[in-house]
Nanobody
């Protein structure tokens, strides 16, 4: 059974930082394409970023230069380091997996991911 579990969310003031983690089980982690998505109240789910083959990461323009996605295959874990947080970053953040696949193109389309975590809430407010 595939399970993705996000941790690390919380409340932070503008300009602060948070690090989200996603622990995967039930999959051969390095055979799956991984991404982070977020959904704010009343808005559609949007991609934060996704890891392609060779470790190339694609980010949505709103987070470029502030967020960093990384993964540790030995720990079956995906990470999202978020710096210089803004109130508009407030959302539920989800880890997603797509696969198994031989090639990851860094897809930013939620519909292409077949496994999702339950989400972790990030609130940025003064």
């Amino acid at each position: 059974q595939v399970q993705l579990v996000e941790t690390g969310g919380g409340s932070v003031q503008p300009g602060g930082s948070l690090r989200l983690s996603c622990s995967a089980s039930g999959i051969t982690f390095n055979r799956y394409c991984m991404g982070w998505f977020r959904q704010a109240p009343g808005k559609e789910r949007e991609a934060v970023g996704a890891i392609g083959s060779r470790g190339i990461v694609t980010y949505t323009s709103a987070v470029k230069g502030r967020f960093t996605i990384s993964q540790d295959n030995a720990k079956n874990s995906l990470y999202l380091q978020m710096n210089s947080l803004k109130p508009e970053d407030t959302a539920m953040y989800y880890c997603a997996a797509r696969g198994p696949r031989d090639y990851c193109g860094g897809s930013m389309l939620a519909r292409e991911y077949n496994y999702w975590g339950q989400g972790t809430q990030v609130t940025v407010s003064s």
